[in-house]
């Protein structure tokens, strides 16, 4: 498939978090291809290694950061390398957070999740930012459209798209905010889940009838922030092939 072409001006930079692997990795890669340079950031340096191999394979310009963002050392110590080496960051993909399956106490998972995703956007915009920046965060349809077992994930999920919108309506002479809500998505955290029963009839009630591939949010996040989503701020913007509209 040719690249679409998002009105990316080429040689901006962009930060992602959780880039190591599933939708990280899918955005990194994309972005390279529209003629982002990328700066990729997650705990598994094993992942984010891969993921840097395939961007430079294919001639895109990578940075790499190793470290986790509930670390305000590695934020800002981060920020510092990726800006010294790929000048301005004018966008922003907060993907980083722990899985449902994580055995997360409700308080910690919260400041884990949400602390994280303000802490990481406070330090990128504290610099000054240029025009026509842009953030999304990874949120979910679970807590804003469906209720999950797990109650922190709910919770986290939800009050990520809360910063969204406060952001969206009180920064927005800094950066536009958006909130992507994938669904079932076929990333190593969901491996051989559609093969399970509980899979298999969740799958079941989804229109579209398959899992997200991670390019599918890959590429509504890059939209999202791209110049030809100029105009849209504060938006939650589910990518679940149509299930939660059969709940």
């Given at each position: 498939m040719t690249a679409p072409d998002f009105g990316f001006r080429r040689g901006d930079a962009i930060l992602i978090t959780g880039a190591g692997s599933g939708i990280g990795r899918a955005t990194a890669v994309r972005a390279s291809e529209l003629g982002l340079r990328v700066s990729a950031w997650d705990l598994n340096a094993d992942g984010l290694s891969e993921t840097a191999a395939v961007i430079r394979a294919r001639g895109g310009e990578v940075h790499t950061v190793v470290g986790d963002v509930t670390s305000e050392d590695?934020?800002?110590e981060g920020l510092a390398a990726a800006r010294s080496t790929l000048g301005g960051l004018r966008?922003?993909?907060n993907n980083a957070g722990p899985s449902s399956g994580a055995p997360l106490a409700f308080d910690d998972a919260l400041n884990i999740s949400v602390g994280s995703v303000r802490r990481l956007t406070e330090a990128w915009a504290a610099g000054g930012l240029p025009d026509g920046a842009a953030m999304v965060v990874t949120t979910s349809v679970a807590g804003n459209?469906?209720?999950?077992?797990?109650?922190?994930?709910s919770a986290a999920k939800a009050a990520l798209m809360g910063y969204?919108?406060?952001?969206?309506?009180?920064r927005a002479g800094e950066f536009r905010s958006n909130g992507v809500a994938p669904g079932m998505t076929d990333t190593p955290?969901?491996?051989g889940f559609a093969d399970s029963e509980r899979g298999k009839a969740?799958?079941?009630?989804?229109p579209l009838a398959r899992m997200a591939s991670p390019d599918d949010i890959a590429y509504a996040v890059l939209f999202l922030l791209s110049p030809l989503g100029s105009y849209i701020n504060?938006?939650?913007?589910?990518?679940?092939?149509?299930w939660t509209i059969t709940q």
């Open positions: 590695v934020v800002q966008y922003l993909h459209l469906v209720g999950t077992e797990v109650d922190w994930y969204v919108r406060h952001t969206a309506a009180h955290r969901l491996q969740v799958l079941s009630r989804i504060g938006v939650f913007l589910p990518v679940d092939g149509g």
